[in-house]
């Protein structure tokens, strides 16, 4: 079997119409077949309600008048010329042909035949017993009904191959509307089939011939609304692609023009130090290449985290990580640096034997801290303590890293936010992405991130709310 014969069969217009066919055929079939063969039934029953009926006339007409007649011959009811001569079932004004297939006969008690059509035989059809019967003659079977009136007995009798030739047209008659409809029933809904599906062939046309770089929402002359949620999730996916995509571009042109300074300094120290007429100068070159080296590692480990950070998340399940203990790994890494300007760093539990857990990423949660506590010792004051706090209320955990620092205005305080933005007159040599860090990261986590005054109004808290677990 070949693709292209797959693809038809498992298409859902070849299974609905297949399946809708099948069903139809079935269910119509069978209806078509009990309406036949019912029909055939009451046909019989009407035939022989006929026969009782014509024999009941008979009675009432002629062989009441007859029976105490003297009769030396049966007298014989003929039949038109028209009606004797006429073709296989024709009709005319004096009668229908069929009428010579039907025959009755009138006997005596003692079994002198008095009177006959001209269709019946000169011999009784069947035994002088009341009731219906099916005696075979003249090589024909015959569906005959015999009454008692007195002393006479009467039979009326009527060939059974047109008996059954007239109950199949009636039952056909009532059967046939049903077996025309299957065919007719089978194209009204191949096409309303087609009409239903339209809108997803249009939406695979749109798919199929769209450009590569189009990445604008999909829209439909019609969308039905089992299709709607499929449309808007593509248009959904449609939109977070270009989202990412302008995410990327954007991070592409900011660290290209981020990367351009440092790495023009780091130029110009290796020529210096490359120019350089004593040793003692091209070690002060040397020393302040690695210094404007370990800036621009930095700035590029900071650009990869943002990246990372500001990336859906993938669909993995997160685990309780403890925020103390990422507390104390970041502490421990700006041990140089505190050491060296005299800084103190308090860690604070509130209560003090609170948990600390929270759902989410082990490795972008301790990304969040260690920018956190970075951005407040860079900041602080020398000689200043940081404090770090984690206040535990209501299931939630609250983080807490306070300065005493120059402090962020607060016109300025959603900007900082954003990514490559410093404070004008800002000391230190920061990449201006740690608080953009921090806010996706604490975004990607349902946390909110909001900045206050530190303590005494004095110097900057930044707080990060986790929701419960």
């Not at 003249?138 to 007995?153: D, I, K, T």
């Not at 191959?161 to 089978?186: C, H, N, Q, W, Y």
């Not at 955990?397 to 016109?411: C, E, F, H, Q, Y």
């Amino acid at each position: 079997m070949n693709a292209a014969t797959r693809a038809r069969l498992g298409s859902i217009r070849a299974v609905l119409l297949a399946g809708t066919v099948a069903i139809l055929g079935a269910v119509l079939g069978v209806a078509a077949w009990m309406s036949f063969d019912a029909g055939q039934d009451e046909a019989q029953e009407l035939f022989d309600a006929r026969l009782a009926t014509s024999a009941r006339v008979l009675e009432t007409f002629l062989a009441r008048q007859i029976e105490h007649a003297t009769v030396s011959a049966p007298i014989v009811i003929a039949l038109p010329d028209p009606i004797e001569q006429a073709e296989y079932g024709e009709a005319g004004p004096l009668g229908h042909y069929y009428e010579t297939k039907i025959a009755f006969q009138v006997w005596s008690a003692d079994s002198r035949l008095l009177v006959r059509s001209s269709s019946a035989p000169t011999t009784a059809f069947a035994p002088l017993i009341a009731g219906f019967s099916d005696p075979r003659f003249e090589g024909a079977q015959w569906r005959v009904f015999s009454l008692r009136s007195g002393a006479v007995w009467i039979q009326v009798a009527e060939r059974s191959d047109i008996r059954t030739e007239l109950s199949e047209k009636i039952a056909l008659a009532a059967a046939e509307p049903m077996l025309i409809g299957i065919p007719v029933v089978i194209l009204l809904l191949a096409l309303l089939i087609g009409y239903g599906l339209a809108p997803l062939a249009n939406l695979a046309q749109q798919i199929e011939t769209r450009h590569p770089d189009a990445l604008t929402p999909v829209t439909l002359p019609r969308v039905p609304s089992e299709m709607t949620p499929v449309v808007n999730a593509l248009n959904g996916l449609l939109g977070r692609l270009t989202h990412a995509l302008e995410r990327e571009r954007r991070f592409t042109a900011d660290a290209a023009h981020e990367l351009r300074t440092p790495l023009a300094g780091l130029k110009v120290h290796a020529q210096n130090a490359a120019r350089a007429s004593t040793p003692a100068e091209r070690q002060a070159s040397l020393d302040r290449m690695l210094t404007a080296l370990d800036r621009t590692i930095h700035l590029a480990e900071q650009m990869l985290a943002f990246s990372r950070a500001a990336a859906p998340a993938p669909a993995r399940g997160h685990a309780a990580v403890s925020l103390r203990d990422l507390a104390l790994e970041a502490i421990e890494a700006v041990q140089p640096e505190r050491a060296a300007r005299g800084l103190r760093v308090d860690l604070v539990c509130v209560p003090a034997d609170a948990a600390t857990e929270v759902s989410g990423d082990r490795q972008q949660l301790a990304v969040l801290v260690r920018n956190l506590i970075d951005n407040a010792v860079r900041h602080a004051p020398d000689g200043s303590a940081v404090e770090v706090a984690l206040t535990t209320v209501d299931g939630g955990v609250t983080l807490s890293v306070s300065d005493a620092g120059d402090g962020i205005p607060a016109p300025l305080r959603e900007r900082v936010f954003e990514s490559y933005y410093r404070i004008p007159g800002t000391r230190g040599a920061g990449s201006g992405l740690g608080l953009a860090i921090v806010r996706e990261s604490a975004l990607a986590h349902g946390a909110r991130v909001a900045i206050r005054d530190g303590h005494g109004g004095r110097g900057t808290c930044v707080e990060v709310a986790f929701p419960p677990r």
